[in-house]
């Protein structure tokens, strides 16, 4: 069983920054992919950003250019850097590891941005 949990989320206002934490309760360093994804109120969750084992990065066309993904194997943590936030990067970022062919979900931590 691996856990998650996530950090960093709060109320910023637009134009505002803030960078997620997703500590994995295994070593992150043979895991395949891990992923950010965000759900936004009355919407359907979907992909933000996602990073391999080896460093590749994935991004949604919308975050692309302000939101960064990145890992620190030694601490089994992976980040979401978010810059210039806009309201519409409102809700609930949940984090995924994908381990043993296994979707392993965090319960989410809520970005809240301000117009």
């Known amino acids: 069983q691996v856990q998650l949990v996530e950090s960093g989320g709060g109320l910023v206002q637009g134009g505002g920054s803030l960078r997620l934490s997703c500590v994995v309760s295994r070593s992150i360093f043979s895991i395949n992919t891990m992923a950010w994804y965000r759900q936004a109120p009355g919407k359907q969750r979907e992909l933000a950003a996602s990073i391999t084992s080896g460093g590749s990065t994935n991004y949604a066309e919308s975050v692309k250019g302000r939101f960064t993904i990145s890992k620190d194997n030694a601490k089994n943590t992976v980040y979401l850097q978010m810059k210039s936030l806009k309201p519409e990067d409102t809700g609930a970022y949940y984090c995924?590891?994908?381990?043993?062919?296994?979707?392993?979900w965090g319960k989410g931590t809520l970005v809240t941005v301000s117009s």
């Open positions: 995924k590891v994908v381990a043993g062919n296994i979707d392993y």
